[in-house]
């Protein structure tokens, strides 16, 4: 039996081909956003994370879902909270896995989840892990791109973040607003 542009099942296997290749487009887009954010943290530029995450909301499991909105909100919070070192950025290594995408074409939408490890060694002291946990996305399509619609950080493991974050700022201790 033919199909309307004339092939056996040609035309379906083509679409469905045509949309595989657009979800894995997509995946390979959001996980390397994902990992390029892991730079920018790592590095103290927080400017550049702001820019990320420019158009989207921002939480914590202390805070709350879409504590804050849009870069210069999300540039600050990131500036007030986390202690930078003199050519070293945070001091820390970023390690991202298990990452999982769920993208819908039709939509523009996705979520994902990502496992992360935080490790860090500030000036003058040993390496460790400090921080571990999930962070929980959610993208929209805008135009052709990929972007943040939102970003909740959940921690489920955490040592002492004194030379991570400002302790009169960070969640554990405050609000983490002032």
Same mark, same amino acid.
């Given at each position: 039996?033919?199909?309307?542009?004339?092939?056996?099942?040609?035309?379906?296997?083509?679409?469905?081909?045509?949309?595989?290749?657009?979800?894995?487009?997509?995946?390979?887009?959001?996980?390397?956003?994902?990992?390029?954010?892991?730079?920018?943290?790592?590095?103290?530029?927080?400017?550049?994370?702001?820019?990320?995450?420019?158009?989207?909301?921002?939480?914590?499991?202390?805070?709350?879902?879409?504590?804050?909105? $849009? /870069?210069? =909100?999300?540039?600050? #919070?990131?500036?007030? &909270?986390?202690?930078?070192? +003199? @050519? !070293?950025?945070?001091?820390?290594?970023?390690?991202?896995?298990?990452?999982?995408?769920?993208?819908?074409?039709?939509?523009?939408?996705?979520?994902?989840?990502?496992?992360?490890?935080?490790?860090?060694?500030?000036?003058?002291?040993?390496?460790?892990?400090?921080?571990? $946990? /999930?962070? =929980?996305?959610?993208? #929209?399509?805008?135009? &052709?791109?990929?972007?943040? +619609? @939102? !970003?909740?950080?959940?921690?489920?493991?955490?040592?002492?973040?004194?030379?991570?974050?400002?302790?009169?700022?960070?969640?554990?201790?405050?609000?983490?607003?002032?």
């Amino acid at each position: 039996m033919e199909n309307d542009d004339g092939a056996d099942g040609a035309g379906d296997d083509r679409v469905e081909r045509v949309e595989r290749v657009e979800r894995l487009l997509a995946q390979h887009e959001i996980e390397r956003l994902i990992y390029q954010m892991g730079y920018h943290l790592e590095d103290g530029n927080f400017e550049a994370v702001a820019e990320l995450l420019a158009e989207a909301t921002f939480g914590a499991d202390i805070l709350g879902r879409a504590a804050f909105r $849009g /870069r210069e =909100e999300i540039r600050r #919070q990131y500036e007030r &909270t986390n202690v930078t070192y +003199a @050519d !070293r950025g945070r001091a820390t290594k970023e390690i991202y896995s298990n990452i999982v995408v769920d993208i819908d074409l039709e939509r523009g939408r996705a979520t994902s989840v990502t496992s992360y490890t935080v490790a860090q060694q500030p000036p003058g002291d040993s390496f460790g892990l400090i921080v571990a $946990g /999930r962070y =929980e996305d959610e993208w #929209q399509r805008v135009g &052709t791109a990929w972007r943040w +619609a @939102d !970003r909740y950080i959940r921690v489920q493991y955490r040592n002492n973040l004194e030379r991570h974050m400002h302790a009169d700022q960070h969640p554990w201790t405050g609000d983490g607003r002032h």
